[in-house]
Structure formats: C-alpha cells, structure tokens
C-alpha cells in the first residue's frame, strides 16, 4: 500500500515534468531550437562601421545569441500606443563578440528595407537595452520582415521594422556653429515648387538649394544633419538623405522637412531650425511659437541669445548682420542685446531695436558671428 502511494507520486511528478518541457517548447519553439531551420534564416543584415570592412550577419547567426524577452510600450507620432513583447538578443549581445558596447558610439542609424531610417542618440545608446527581436508577441516575424529593433521605455519612431542595415558611427560630428540664416528670408530668395500635401497645394523648396546657397555644401566634415523641431524633437538625417529632401514653407505643419521618397515617419514638421556643419537655417515663424517673447515698443520678437542658445553658437566678439540685397552691419553683443528678431507684419523678417531704432535691419537673412 505504501509503495504504491509512493510510486504513483513519483508518476504524478514525472508528467508535471515532462509536461512543462512540452509546453516551453510550444511556447518558445524558436529561441529554444537554435539548431532547427527557419525560412527567413538567411536572410542577412549589412552591418557598417563595425569592423574595418563592411560584413552580414544572418538571421540564423542571431538565434545563437542568448535572448530577452522584455515588454515594449511607445508612443506613436499620432498619439497612439504601441504595447508588444519583444524576443530577441540584445544589441550589446551581438556586439560583445566584437568587444564593443553600444555606448562606444555616437551613434547607431538603423535602415529599414523600406527605406526608413533613424540615428538612436548617445543618450539613448547609454541609457536602454535595445532588442534585436525576431519574435513579437510569442510569435516569429513575417518572412519579409526578419527582424524589428524594439527599445523599451523610448518613442516608437526608434522602433525599427524590417531592418536592413546597421550604421556604428563614431566621432563627434558637432561643429560649432558660426552662422544662422533665416529660413524665411532665404526661401523668399529662391525657386519654390508645388508640394501636393494631402488636399492642398503647397510651396518648398530643395535643401539641396538651400544649402548651396546659404551654407558650404562642400564641407566634407559633414557627416550627419540635425534637426530641431518646435515640440523639442531632435533627429538626425545623414547629409545624404537630407540634400535628397525639402522643406515644406508654406500651409499645413510648415516649415516640415519631408520628401516623397520617404517613409512618412521620417518627416519632421514645426521644423525650429537646422544645423549644417557651422551654419543653422532658423525659422523665426516656429521659434515664435515656442520661444521666449520680448517686447520692444509694439514689437514682439525673441532675443538673438535665445536662437544663440539653440542653435549651439558660441559667443563672439562681434556680429555681421547682412539682409536680402546683401548690405551688412557689424554690431557688438551690447548692440544686437538691444533688439529683438521678428517677423514684420507676419512675414518678413526684421531686426529692431525699437520703432526708430538705428541699427534697425529690415529682411534680415543672416547673422554671423565675427571671430
Ligand atoms: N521599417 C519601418 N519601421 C518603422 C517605420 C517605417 O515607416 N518603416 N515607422 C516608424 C514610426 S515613425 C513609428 S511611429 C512606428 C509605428 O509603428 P506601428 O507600425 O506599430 O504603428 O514604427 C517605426 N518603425
Ligand atoms: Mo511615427
């Protein structure tokens, strides 16, 4: 009697056992079967900036790195919420058989096969696990869709699908900046094209155009290209993709950088300003609409200093404003603290010290700072 209790114990916990080998296996055929085959297996990813020459890695060769599981939660560019659990190694996985981590970096763009694209900053590089996930949500990717980079706790616009290719990119990329054009006053200068943009026409011009006009296009140190929106959103666009775009001026979330070649997600609307090597295009009508307002008789205008701020110029001696028809004025910080930068009767744009101010500037392109 007493042995057959046991026995029949011993039964009861041999089933349990080999019913929860069973069930991990249903649950998780994939991470669990590094040595079994999938269909998109070898499908490659390009990975640049790594080793001294570009290499793939497939599908197959990512299974073999240990995984995580981790719940994602982003929020998309509408609002919306994007909730899903990501199954993959983590990026610092798959770099540590290189003896790097992703903090080593400046940046890291992920490119998608539908040609989308985004830099992941320092800041996020060193503060949150990216996953290189091939199962979302329990379940393995579409076979057109390999892989998907899910980073927890940051906006899904970082949360690359179908990615293609991987850019380690290292060294600082950030000249100081000497030199702030005015987008308006540059855009009414130049050849402006219709836009269709939804049920309305409207204007752009090329940042192509743009940039060969009223910056050095042929500075090689140029490597990437940084935006600034109004709602405080930073992104970075390498100088390849930004020359191939426009900026949208006029109607609906203008000044918007956007190309028809472009995945919606890479358009950046309420555009402040940019930064080309050591010049800033600015756009007063944004800065306007987020920045500190000061008041000069009945004008409302903002301070050089804050678009100083901004754009990351550095204090100068002196400061050479010019204007549309290319007439300069040199004027010390004291001088340029006196006046404000507006826009002149909502759409030129002026400088002024006051109504009969006599350092008073009307179409005011640009402001360099005298070194
Ligand atoms: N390959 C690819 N990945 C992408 C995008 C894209 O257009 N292509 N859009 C990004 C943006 S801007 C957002 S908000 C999210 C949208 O995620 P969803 O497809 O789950 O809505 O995906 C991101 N990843
Ligand atoms: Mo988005």
New binding site residues.
């Given amino acids: 009697m007493h042995k057959f209790k046991k026995l029949y114990l011993l039964a009861v916990i041999i089933l349990i056992l080999i019913g929860i080998v069973v069930c991990k296996n249903l649950i998780n055929p994939l991470s669990e079967g590094k040595n079994t085959t999938l269909s998109y297996d070898n499908q490659k990813i390009l990975i640049h900036g790594l080793k001294d020459t570009d290499f793939e890695v497939s599908i197959k060769d990512l299974r073999q790195l240990d995984t995580v599981t981790k719940r994602g939660e982003a929020t ?2 509408n609002g919306e919420e ?1 909730s899903l659990k990501a199954t993959g190694p983590l990026l610092d996985t798959f770099l540590s058989k290189y003896g790097k981590k992703q903090k080593n970096f400046t940046t890291i763009r992920f490119i ?3 040609n ?1 694209s985004i830099a992941v900053p320092s800041d996020i590089l060193n503060s949150r696990q990216i996953i290189m996930a091939y199962i979302i949500d329990g379940k393995p990717l579409k076979e057109d869709q390999p892989l998907h980079i899910v980073i927890p706790g940051e906006r ?2 970082y ?4 990615l293609k290719q991987v850019d380690f990119e290292t060294g600082e990329n950030v000249k100081s900046c000497r030199k702030v054009v005015f987008l308006e006053t540059a855009s009414s200068n130049m050849s402006q094209e219709d836009y269709k943009y939804y049920d309305s026409i409207d204007k752009a011009i090329k940042t192509k155009d743009l940039i060969k006009k009223y910056a050095n296009i042929n500075d090689s140190t140029v490597k990437n290209v940084s935006m600034v929106a109004g709602d405080g959103l930073r992104k970075n666009e390498t100088k390849e993709n930004f020359l191939s775009a426009y900026i949208k001026i006029t109607g609906k979330d203008a000044p918007k950088f956007m190309a028809p070649q472009f ?3 890479m358009h950046v609307r309420d555009l402040m300003f940019i930064n080309y090597g050591d010049a800033a295009v600015f756009s007063i009508s944004q800065g306007n609409k987020v920045l500190k307002q000061t008041g000069i008789d009945d004008i409302h205008g903002i301070d050089f200093s804050e678009i100083i701020k901004q754009v990351g110029m550095t204090n100068a001696k002196g400061y050479k404003l010019t204007n549309l028809n290319g007439t300069s004025i040199q004027l010390t910080p004291d001088e340029l603290s006196e006046g404000v930068i507006y826009l002149k009767e909502g759409k030129t744009v002026a400088f002024s010290t006051g109504v009969n101010g006599k350092n008073n500037m009307d179409n005011l392109l640009s402001i360099e700072a005298i070194q």
């Fill in positions: 998309r560019s994007v998608a096969k539908d989308y899904a616009m949360w690359v699908k179908m995945p919606q997600g």
